[in-house]
């Protein structure tokens, strides 16, 4: 084989020591997180890693550390299309760092995800990425200090360098949808809203009554049937919403799941989508493309944002840089959604 198609060999740490002028130990401390060097030196070892293109050997050091060579990752529901996507970007994200993930389900109760922590932390992981949850703001930030933490769908303030938390506008996305809907000259708007112990549908429920509000309409407690994001509460609730206000023309659910049990209990009595009963959901979920007719929802970039999160904690665990990421939610418009017909 010729030397100019001969591959490139893997660069060692001895060399990412030679190039930022301190020891091999030095660089190993370092990307342990034990050294106890100036921030300068630190600086001059990233940057030799980020010029050479060095990439730590994670098995070797696991093997030398006792350390797990792997992510804690915390979701609520291993089944749920949503968190679906958001633990396949996390999978991506780790895909080739040597870091492999370890999944758990929270269930959305406070007990399952501290446990959940327990045998994470038994299992020696090395960093942490939750999905929404209820854990208290303080005991994530307490796990900060031990090590990296990620954490998506909450604004908090963990209050360490190597954490980082993503959360989406819930409430503005919310309040589009329903301008949206009144400036197509819907006017009976009802809302199928999660369960108000959860951030997000809180939000959302803001959002709309946010909307109606600012328009001069008065928000009506009875146009609004709580479920708890599941496709049997959206056919449930539609059910209530239609037999108690039979003018209703329009239905923002707070997620596609509760749409699409929305759009059967539509079909049951009768009702059209969207001649009838115009209908939008949230999450974009990846079969809202395909319902009958194809459903509009706002999409979160899940996949791309459990990617990011994976992709930060390896960085923060290898020493490595990463840019920023600001997630942004979408209004996918589909034949859901019809003007209000005159009566």
Do not use: C
Not at 17 to 43: C, D, W
Not at 220 to 238: N, R
Request: proline share 6%.
């Amino acid at each position: 084989m010729s030397r100019d198609v001969m591959p490139r060999h893997a660069v060692t740490l001895e060399e990412v020591a030679q190039e930022a002028g301190v020891s091999p130990s030095t660089v190993s401390r370092i990307l342990n997180g034990t050294a106890r060097v100036k921030a300068e030196k630190v600086a001059q070892v990233r940057s030799a890693i980020t010029r050479l293109g060095y990439k730590p050997n994670v098995f070797a050091r696991s093997l030398a550390t006792g350390a797990s060579a792997s992510v804690g990752v915390l979701t609520q529901d291993i089944a749920s299309p949503f968190y679906g996507d958001a633990l396949g970007g996390i999978e991506k994200g780790l895909m080739g760092s040597g870091y492999s993930p370890l999944i758990i389900s929270g269930h959305w109760r406070t007990s399952d995800e501290e446990h959940a922590l327990e045998l994470f932390l038994s299992r020696r992981v090395e960093a942490l990425i939750v999905l929404g949850g209820r854990l208290p703001e303080e005991e994530l930030r307490h796990l900060a200090r031990r090590l990296p933490v990620a954490v998506l769908g909450r604004q908090l303030d963990l209050a360490a360098p190597d954490s980082v938390s993503l959360a989406l506008d819930n409430r503005r996305a919310a309040y589009d949808v329903v301008n949206y809907l009144l400036d197509r000259g819907h006017r009976r708007i009802g809302h199928l809203s999660g369960p108000q112990d959860h951030v997000d549908a809180r939000d959302r429920l803001a959002g709309y009554r946010q909307a109606l509000e600012e328009r001069g309409l008065h928000f009506e407690a009875g146009l609004v049937a709580q479920g708890d994001f599941h496709e049997p509460s959206g056919l449930i609730g539609t059910q209530l919403l239609v037999a108690r206000h039979p003018d209703m023309t329009a239905i923002f659910s707070a997620n596609d799941q509760m749409a699409y049990g929305a759009r059967l209990a539509l079909y049951r009595m009768g009702l059209r989508v969207p001649e009838d009963m115009s209908l939008v959901g949230f999450d974009d979920l990846p079969g809202s493309a395909y319902t009958t007719p194809p459903l509009t929802s706002v999409r979160q970039p899940m996949a791309e944002m459990g990617e990011w999160l994976a992709r930060f904690v390896v960085a923060r665990l290898t020493g490595q840089k990463i840019e920023p990421f600001q997630p942004r939610l979408e209004l996918r418009l589909r034949e859901s959604v019809a003007p209000r017909r005159a009566p």
